[in-house]
């Protein structure tokens, strides 16, 4: 699965446990940052905490932008970028 989209999963789940009073708030906003994905590029984005948007760390500060995403292979699960139209891997045609 995508890192983004694995992070978004979590993060949803997090948010109901708060809501359900199963966490505190200052425990959900550590396991929101822990959810934080570097992308290939080897810039680090991170989750709003209140929000749930995405944000990416660009010269010390945080800028609101949406994430790379990937596109996975159904041949070979390969996740390849969402510039390419073929798998990098094994060839097959990408899913857009």
């Known amino acids: 699965m995508d890192p983004f989209a694995e992070a978004e999963t979590r993060y949803r789940t997090l948010v109901d446990e ?3 009073g199963n966490l505190q708030p200052r425990a959900f906003r550590l396991a929101v940052r822990d959810l934080a994905v570097l ?35 159904n041949a070979c699960g390969h996740h390849n970028l969402g510039r390419h139209s073929f798998c990098v891997e094994c060839g097959t045609a990408l899913n857009r």
């Open 18 to 20: 708060r809501r359900a």
């Open 39 to 73: 992308d290939s590029e080897g810039h680090r984005w991170m989750l709003g905490p209140e929000d749930g948007i995405w944000y990416r760390r660009e010269h010390e500060r945080w800028l609101q932008a949406d994430p790379p995403r990937r596109l996975v292979c």
